[in-house]
């Protein structure tokens, strides 16, 4: 059975920044072979994409709102993927996923999440 677990959230001054993390397993094929993507909802909202990075040469993309700010990366040694926050705006709230997958989820599971709060 698949499972994510996301770490690293926390209350933030804007401007400030944050690295979250992922962690992934009982995948059916290797991590590496996944493409991986965060996500985030914010209160009232859909989960909305935000990032993601591709299994073969991980390549990545970006929701407009982030590019600059955001850098998604991957140690597929650890199973685990990250996503380094910078320059966090009261905007960036929001409870962070991550899943298998570029476009769409790969799995209907999602994790608990972590909880990233930008305000002063």
């Known amino acids: 059975q698949v499972q994510f677990v996301e770490s690293g959230g926390g209350l933030v001054q804007p401007g400030g920044s944050l690295k979250l993390s992922c962690a992934a397993s009982g995948l059916t094929f290797s991590f590496r072979a996944y493409s991986m993507s965060w996500y985030r909802q914010a209160p009232g909202k859909e989960r909305e994409l935000v990032a993601g990075?591709?299994?073969?040469?991980?390549?990545?993309n970006y929701v407009d709102s982030v590019k600059g700010r955001f850098t998604i990366s991957r140690d597929n040694a650890k199973n685990t993927v990250y996503l380094q926050m910078n320059s966090l705006k009261p905007e960036d709230t929001a409870v962070y996923y991550c899943?298998?997958?570029?476009?769409?989820?790969?799995?209907?599971?999602w994790g608990q999440g972590t909880q990233v709060t930008v305000s002063s």
């Open positions: 899943n298998a997958g570029l476009r769409t989820p790969t799995f209907a599971s």
């Open positions: 990075i591709s299994s073969a040469v991980g390549s990545t």
